[in-house]
Every structure is written in structure tokens, then in C-alpha cells.
């Protein structure tokens, strides 16, 4: 039987969910997954599929019907592939985490906001806006577990959600030195972020790819976009980004060229 595929981004973090839950059902290769390289035009065939849209993932089912988003193609998986739930089966327990799920967006763009910023005089604002979010999400862990690790007894659907956006936030860590300030207010969060970063099942990315690949988010391009006075994307395949030095911290100060973050051996 001929397995649905999944277009997808390796180190974006809405990809990245659709993984981890695969992970939690013990089903990794369920999935025929096509990676898509962001620094090129979508191929005009991946287009036809998606209507035009160029965002992904996208999941293609065998029959090929098309589901696009990464709340919706978790949704369906975890509807096709029920057991194990990772999702709550309780009415009410599920409507905690849909509640707690609905607050990731406001997390993301504070987040993306903040990295992508070029102005340093609105580091500070965009900072506390970040802070703002997570103290938020400290006060909903509070209110619906309180002494526990995860929302619930185990790492599910919210963790499967929230997961890759706290990994990607490691470019805030590194071109902001954003972290979370030792105050009880952030506590609870703190601990919730620390056992999802830990998780088996959410290991598919790590610091070092995500600092290095986002330089240019870091720079204020995002989605494969070339800057001024470059002329590879820092989300390019070759060379391998292990192989490429870690970019400068000084997001403000420096602008680094093709051949300082080792994009050019394969060019």
C-alpha cells in the first residue's frame, strides 16, 4: 500500500510536530516524507498540488488528496492512527490542551519577531513581549497542573505542539541572549520547557542545526530569502551544516558573507 508523503522542511518547526507524533504512536515510517528545498522555486509540480500555496508541510495522501497545515495533518494522523493516543480522549482534558494550543501562535510571532528584528532600540519591547508569553503560559500551567511536569501525566499533544517552537527559540538564546530570568513567575514554565527539550521523541533537530540554519532569520530574511550582498540562502542543503562554522552572535554589528558561514565549498 502506497504511503501518503509528506513535503516538508527538515529543520521547520511545524514539520518537526507531524514527526514527533508519529514518534509517540511508534510509527516513524508511516509517512513517505519529501524533503523541499526553500532556496529554489517550489518545483511546478508540488504547486499544482497545493493550489499555488508555497507553504508546507503538506501531506499527499495515496489516493492523492492534498491537507495542508500542521494542526490539521496532526488532527488527521492522529484521527487514521488512534492508538496510542497522544492527543487527550476526555472532552474535557482535550479541551485543556485545545486551550493551551491555541496560545502558540502569540508564542511564535513574539518569538520570530524578536530574532528578526533589525532595530536594536526595540530589543527591549520585543524582549518583553517575548517574557509576557511565557509568563502566560506559566499562569495556564499553574491553573491546570500545577505540580506536574507535562499539561498532563505524560508528553502528548500540547508538548507534540509546543516542542519544536522551544527549539527553534534556541535563536533568540544565541543572536538575542534571550533567557528566561531565574524568577518564580516563569518557574513552572521553565519546568515544562526543560522535560519537553528532553523528550526522546522530539530529538529530530538540534541547537546547533537550528543557530545555523536561521542566521538569515536572524538578519531579517526568512523562508530561503537571499540578502543584499549574498548569494546562497543559510537554509541551503550543501554544505552540510555541520561542516559550516557557527555564524556570529552580533546580529546588529556584523553581517557575514557567504564565505564566513561556509556556504560556498559546494557552491
Same mark, same amino acid.
Given at each position: 500500500?502506497?504511503?501518503?508523503?509528506?513535503?516538508?522542511?527538515?529543520?521547520?518547526?511545524?514539520?518537526?510536530?507531524?514527526?514527533?507524533?508519529?514518534?509517540?504512536?511508534?510509527?516513524?515510517?508511516?509517512?513517505?516524507?519529501?524533503?523541499?528545498?526553500?532556496?529554489?522555486?517550489?518545483?511546478?509540480?508540488?504547486?499544482?498540488?497545493?493550489?499555488?500555496?508555497?507553504?508546507?508541510?503538506?501531506?499527499?495522501?495515496?489516493?492523492?488528496?492534498?491537507?495542508?497545515?500542521?494542526?490539521?495533518?496532526?488532527?488527521?494522523?492522529?484521527?487514521?492512527?488512534?492508538?496510542?493516543?497522544?492527543?487527550?480522549?476526555?472532552? $474535557?482534558?482535550?479541551?485543556?490542551?485545545?486551550?493551551?494550543?491555541?496560545?502558540?501562535?502569540?508564542?511564535?510571532?513574539?518569538?520570530?519577531?524578536?530574532?528578526?528584528?533589525?532595530?536594536?532600540?526595540?530589543?527591549?519591547?520585543?524582549?518583553?513581549?517575548?517574557?509576557?508569553?511565557?509568563?502566560?503560559?506559566?499562569?495556564?500551567?499553574?491553573?491546570?497542573?500545577?505540580?506536574?511536569?507535562?499539561?498532563?501525566?505524560?508528553?502528548?499533544?500540547?508538548?507534540?505542539?509546543?516542542?519544536?517552537?522551544?527549539?527553534?527559540?534556541?535563536?533568540?538564546? $544565541? $543572536?538575542?541572549?534571550?533567557?528566561?530570568?531565574?524568577?518564580?513567575?516563569?518557574?513552572?514554565?521553565?519546568?515544562?520547557?526543560?522535560?519537553?527539550?528532553?523528550?526522546?521523541?522530539?530529538?529530530?533537530?538540534?541547537?546547533?542545526?537550528?543557530?545555523?540554519?536561521?542566521?538569515?532569520?536572524?538578519?531579517?530574511?526568512?523562508?530561503?530569502?537571499?540578502?543584499?550582498?549574498?548569494?546562497?540562502?543559510?537554509?541551503?542543503?550543501?554544505?552540510?551544516?555541520?561542516?559550516?562554522?557557527?555564524?556570529?552572535?552580533?546580529?546588529?554589528?556584523?553581517?557575514?558573507?557567504?564565505?564566513?558561514?561556509?556556504?560556498?565549498?559546494?557552491?
Amino acid at each position: 500500500m502506497t504511503r501518503p508523503t509528506l513535503f516538508h522542511i527538515p529543520v521547520c518547526p511545524f514539520c518537526q510536530r507531524i514527526q514527533i507524533l508519529l514518534a509517540l504512536k511508534g510509527i516513524p515510517d508511516a509517512l513517505r516524507f519529501e524533503v523541499v528545498d526553500v532556496t529554489v522555486p517550489r518545483p511546478p509540480e508540488l504547486l499544482r498540488k497545493t493550489r499555488g500555496s508555497t507553504m508546507l508541510p503538506v501531506l499527499e495522501l495515496a489516493d492523492g488528496r492534498i491537507l495542508k497545515e500542521s494542526m490539521v495533518i496532526l488532527r488527521y494522523l492522529e484521527d487514521v492512527f488512534p492508538d496510542p493516543p497522544v492527543a487527550q480522549r476526555d472532552p $474535557y482534558r482535550h479541551a485543556v490542551e485545545g486551550m493551551l494550543c491555541r496560545m502558540e501562535g502569540d508564542l511564535v510571532n513574539a518569538g520570530y519577531g524578536f530574532v528578526m528584528n533589525q532595530d536594536p532600540a526595540r530589543t527591549e519591547a520585543l524582549r518583553n513581549g517575548l517574557l509576557n508569553q511565557y509568563a502566560r503560559l506559566n499562569d495556564f500551567l499553574l491553573e491546570h497542573a500545577p505540580d506536574g511536569v507535562f499539561l498532563f501525566e505524560a508528553f502528548g499533544w500540547a508538548e507534540a505542539v509546543f516542542t519544536p517552537i522551544f527549539m527553534r527559540f534556541w535563536f533568540v538564546e $544565541y $543572536y538575542e541572549g534571550f533567557t528566561l530570568p531565574a524568577e518564580p513567575r516563569f518557574d513552572r514554565v521553565r519546568r515544562w520547557i526543560d522535560a519537553c527539550l528532553a523528550h526522546p521523541a522530539a530529538q529530530q533537530a538540534s541547537r546547533e542545526e537550528i543557530v545555523k540554519l536561521y542566521y538569515d532569520y536572524a538578519k531579517g530574511a526568512g523562508n530561503g530569502a537571499v540578502l543584499p550582498g549574498r548569494t546562497r540562502s543559510s537554509f541551503v542543503f550543501e554544505p552540510h551544516w555541520r561542516s559550516r562554522p557557527w555564524p556570529p552572535k552580533d546580529k546588529y554589528g556584523v553581517s557575514a558573507s557567504d564565505a564566513e558561514l561556509g556556504l560556498l565549498s559546494a557552491a
